[in-house]
């Protein structure tokens, strides 16, 4: 009856981490894809004169960060869900 409980458990936890993560991880890659476009049209301007300003962390830095929590986050709830799904093959 355990082993049941554990793999119901698991597929819900499993479901919901990789329905979850999703989401911030494909913006992610879209903030990422956005940043090597830039970086190549500022190479084929002829590259930038750098200033101070120019080193700080952006709000596009910031939002990347917080999807990448996000997306580890989801991810861990998912790797919870194999655990469990796993305990309940073990557990008979």
């Known amino acids: 009856m355990i082993n049941l409980v554990l793999w119901v458990g698991g597929v819900v936890l499993l479901i ?37 300003a120019d080193n700080d962390r952006t709000g596009a830095d910031e939002m990347r960060d917080m999807m990448r929590r996000k997306t580890f986050t989801w991810a861990a709830v998912a ?14």
Do not use: C
């Open 79 to 92: 790797v919870v869900g194999i655990v469990f799904i796993v305990a309940g093959f073990a557990i008979k």
């Open 16 to 52: 919901l981490g990789i329905a979850r993560a999703a989401g911030p991880f494909g913006r992610m890659q879209e903030l990422d894809r956005l940043a090597d476009n830039a970086k190549r049209y500022d190479s084929w301007r002829g590259g930038s004169h750098l200033t101070a």
